[in-house]
């Protein structure tokens, strides 16, 4: 049941983020989402693990969507508040996503490829549907869909990872996968 709740609950903030851009309200999304986390943080066992994987997210998203829009391949027509820095809602929705990894996408675990998998056609995906919306402009979009597969291919395994050693929801045991990446990080 945890597991829906969260997913309807990033449905719900991820929508207010496009539909919020795209009509001249940028400030709408991020709204949502501080709900969205505030809620989640409450229910979790362990707050601080989460809140570090949120922020933890939050830059990663910000540095990526910042090359992103450097490269000219993609604009964003609202919300920017920092000029050359990926506007504030979609960094928003990075803490989001973040709130799913420890619950509803936690299932991401079961190995590395998946993650690198999911990551090269779920996040081209999701920015194709929010430029459908209006909330993005894909100005190359062949340029900008590749370079969003190799950002999440590389950003969701990364995430996954940072997520197993924040996790404030329960204590499981880690895939196999994740102790050996862990270990050889450490010791390489």
């Keep these: 049941m945890k597991a829906i709740i969260n997913f309807v609950a990033f449905q719900l903030g991820w929508f207010s983020c496009v539909l919020g851009a795209a009509h001249g309200r940028p400030w709408v999304g991020p709204l949502a989402v501080t709900i969205v986390v505030a809620i989640h943080l409450l229910l979790m066992r362990r707050p601080g693990p989460e809140l570090r994987l949120i ?57 590395l490829h998946i993650s690198i998998i999911m990551g090269a056609i779920g996040g081209p995906l999701s920015y194709l549907a929010g430029a459908k919306l ?28 940072i997520s197993s050693r924040f996790d404030g929801v329960e204590q499981l045991q880690q895939p196999d996968f994740i102790h050996a990446d862990w270990r050889a990080t450490r010791h390489g």
């Design 134 to 161: 209006g909330a993005i402009h894909l100005l190359e979009p062949v340029l900008a869909l590749s370079a969003l597969a190799v950002i999440w291919a590389l950003a969701l395994p990364l995430l996954v990872l």
């Design 55 to 111: 922020f933890s997210a939050m830059a990663i998203g910000l540095l990526a969507d910042s090359l992103l829009l450097a490269s000219g391949w993609v604009a964003y027509p609202n919300g920017e508040w920092i000029p050359g820095l990926a506007p504030y809602w979609i960094v928003a929705m990075w803490a989001l996503f973040a709130t799913t990894l420890n619950v509803s996408m936690r299932w991401l675990r079961i190995g």
